[in-house]
């Protein structure tokens, strides 16, 4: 079983609608969730950040988490053209790892005019 | 706030010359650093974390003679591919933990575009 599961997509949505985006674990050892913005050629983008189960809202973005299914989820209202990305869930390893990152696959999306 | 900078975006050099990368935290300051490459359509795969003022940590298969990496100072860490090949074009991105609360965040740099002809 892998760590982490996220659908790869590629997910495609018409202008205006929501999107879901979810990530699956399996490590109870992950204690902080994140959600990164990857546009081509570019570097991650931090969108989320949350160590507690319950719902973060930022903007048009928001990050779900419930620890007890081990199941992370981004929603994103109002979606736009410029929301056309690759999304990554990511955990840090922080015991004994200095934090590195364990990231999802990516889940590509495309937001059609 | 929390912005990451590159040097350069993109570079090309001959094969068996060396290529620096400068990774800069521009508006705090980083205890650690990482170092990851992309290929095309695939997942960032993490190369090594640094540490201020002590040796890097590789991951495993990554050669570290190879890929000498310098984190001299709380906001600058360099990546220097030594003896290029054309197998090490790729795209090299770092990133800095965050001072946040728990401080476990990740921010990117941009990313180095390396072309090795």
């Known amino acids: 079983q892998k760590e982490v599961e996220q659908d790869p997509g590629p997910l495609s949505v018409p202008e205006g609608a929501i999107v879901s985006l979810n990530c699956t674990y399996s490590?109870?050892?992950?204690?902080?969730f994140m959600w990164y913005r990857q546009y081509s050629r570019k570097g991650p983008e931090l969108l989320m950040y949350?160590?507690?189960?319950g719902n973060k809202e930022d903007g048009r973005f928001t990050a779900q988490v419930d620890k007890s299914s081990k199941y992370i989820s981004l929603f994103i209202r109002d979606s736009q053209p410029s929301d056309s990305a690759t999304y990554l869930c990511?955990?840090?390893?922080?015991?004994?790892?200095?934090?590195?990152?364990?990231f999802g696959q990516g889940t590509e999306l495309s937001v059609k005019p | 706030g929390a912005v990451v900078s590159q040097h350069p975006s993109w570079v090309i050099c001959k094969s068996g010359t060396s290529v620096k990368i400068e990774c800069r935290s521009l508006d705090f300051q980083a205890t650690t650093m990482f170092w990851y490459r992309q290929f095309p359509k695939q997942s960032l795969m993490l190369m090594a974390t640094s540490n201020e003022g002590s040796k890097a940590t590789y991951e495993q298969g990554v050669e570290k003679d190879k890929f000498l990496i310098n984190h001299a100072s709380l906001t600058l860490s360099t990546l220097t591919v030594t003896s290029a090949h054309p197998e090490d074009s790729s795209f090299y991105i770092c990133?800095?933990?965050?001072?946040?609360?728990?401080?476990?965040?990740?921010?990117f740099g941009p990313g180095t575009r390396l072309t090795v002809t």
């Open positions: 990133s800095a933990r965050g001072t946040s609360s728990g401080g476990y965040e990740q921010y």
């Open positions: 490590n109870s050892a992950f204690q902080y």
């Open positions: 949350t160590y507690s189960s």
């Open positions: 990511a955990f840090p390893m922080i015991y004994n790892q200095g934090g590195k990152l364990i």
